[in-house]
């Protein structure tokens, strides 16, 4: 796989996960420096499998090493996604007697007004003034009250207000690189497959096993 760094900013942005780490970067030395001493022993004839005695054994630790930054890395983006969103749980009660009011008007309201009115009332809703347990009302009174049509005529402005409520970070920036971040960890699965992603002079980004970066050395194909 080889991605072009000029061609797609949202895409190398989210490389930066990997090329913009002091740690990433030590394995990438690690990693050339196993590749050197390979070419080196090649150059000097020894054969396949007089190298592979000194060298096979390198493969599996730096496999190893790259599962285990993987791992760590995908931890700390869990925890601060996490973070954000403990943080906007926090927010979400400013007067907790106030609200348990406010809760018991809203269900009484919801049990006396019309399907067609409650339909009005959740289009016109704004994310940023309504409550969590509001969603957990409205979605109770859909499920329980609404028939099918009824159900259809609301989902796409339901769902798309239950998201915003929930989770009331996700447009912020520093939400979305930490999204794309664990993306691009998870569709390398480094975690799992120990396998390293690699960016030339040129900005063009190379995923090959250390293995079969390994077998290109020996086989001149570097």
């Known amino acids: 796989m080889k991605v072009l760094d000029k061609e797609n ?28 001493e390979t070419k080196a022993l090649r150059e000097a004839g020894y054969n396949n499998s007089e190298i592979g005695k000194q060298q096979l054994s390198k493969v599996d630790k730096l496999e190893q090493s790259f599962k285990t930054f993987a791992i760590s890395k995908l931890q700390s983006i869990n925890d601060q996604l996490c973070t954000m969103q ?13 609200e348990i009011i406010k809760r018991q008007d809203l269900q009484a309201r919801l049990s006396l007004i019309t399907n ?9 809703l704004a994310p940023t003034d309504t409550k969590i347990y509001e969603i957990y009302l409205y979605e109770n009174l859909i499920n329980n009250r609404f028939n099918e049509l009824e159900k ?32 691009t960890l998870n569709t390398l699965k480094m975690n ?23 077998l290109d050395v020996l086989s001149n194909n570097e």
């Open 86 to 98: 403990n943080e906007a749980l926090k927010h979400d009660v400013d007067n907790p007697h106030a």
């Open 192 to 214: 799992y497959l120990g396998i390293p992603a690699t960016k030339d002079e040129a900005g063009y980004i190379g995923v090959r096993s250390v293995k079969q970066r390994y």
């Open 152 to 183: 259809k005529h609301i989902a796409k402005d339901f769902e798309k207000l239950k998201e915003k409520v929930l989770h009331p970070y996700s447009d912020e920036i520093e939400y979305k690189r930490l999204v794309s971040e664990r993306n």
């Open 116 to 124: 067609d009115e409650a339909i009005a009332l959740i289009k016109h």
């Open 9 to 36: 900013k949202s895409i190398i942005n989210a490389w930066n996960v990997l090329f913009e780490d002091n740690d990433y970067q030590t394995l990438i030395k690690e990693l050339d420096s196993f590749l050197d």
